[in-house]
C-alpha cells in the first residue's frame, strides 16, 4: 500500500535500531520505481542523521535492482567511512558478490553507477581478482 510509503521512511530515522531495519525491510519490498529515488535522497545526503543513512542504504541491500545497485556504488564513495562500508556490505549483498569490506573492489566491480541505470535484476560476476561470489542471503 502506498501509503505506507511516507511513515516507512520517517522510521528510517527513528531512534530503535530495531524500527529502522523493519522499515527498511518493508520498503525493499515495494516496487523499487516508487521508493528508490527517495532511498538515494537519504542516502545521499551527508545532511541526514548517520543512522538513516545506514537504514536506507540497508533497505537498497535487500533489492536486486540495478538503480538500487547504482546508489550503493554511489554511497561507497561517501567520505564517511560508516556509510561507504555499510553500502560495500549492502552491495555484497544485493549482488552476492563478496567485495570483502573493500570499497576499491567494490568501486571497480562498477566504477560507473550510470551504466546501472535500466530497471533490471543485477549482473553478478564472479571472475574479479580478489572478488567471490556470495550465496544470496
Known amino acids: 500500500e ?8 520517517g522510521m528510517l530515522g527513528d531512534a530503535d535500531a530495531a524500527a529502522r531495519e523493519a522499515a527498511a525491510g518493508a520498503l525493499a519490498a515495494y516496487p523499487p520505481e516508487q521508493i528508490i529515488t527517495r532511498l538515494r ?7 541526514q542523521p548517520r ?7 540497508g533497505a537498497l541491500g ?21 556509510v561507504s562500508q555499510a553500502a560495500v556490505a549492502a552491495l555484497s549483498r544485493a549482488t552476492a558478490i563478496d567485495f570483502n ?3 576499491a573492489a567494490a568501486w571497480s ?5 550510470s ?3 535500466s530497471r533490471a535484476t543485477l ?15
Do not use: F
Open 2 to 9: 502506498r501509503a505506507y510509503i511516507e511513515p516507512l521512511m
Open 41 to 47: 535522497v537519504i542516502v545521499l545526503n551527508p545532511s
Open 51 to 57: 543512522t538513516a543513512r545506514m537504514a536506507a542504504i
Open 62 to 82: 535487500l533489492m536486486p535492482d540495478r538503480e538500487a545497485a547504482a546508489v550503493l556504488v554511489q554511497a561507497v564513495a561517501e567520505p564517511d567511512s560508516a
Open 101 to 103: 569490506d573493500d570499497a
Open 109 to 113: 566491480w562498477c566504477p560507473s553507477p
Open 115 to 117: 551504466s546501472l541505470t
Open 123 to 137: 549482473p553478478t560476476k564472479s571472475w574479479e581478482p580478489g572478488v567471490k561470489r556470495n550465496s544470496r542471503k
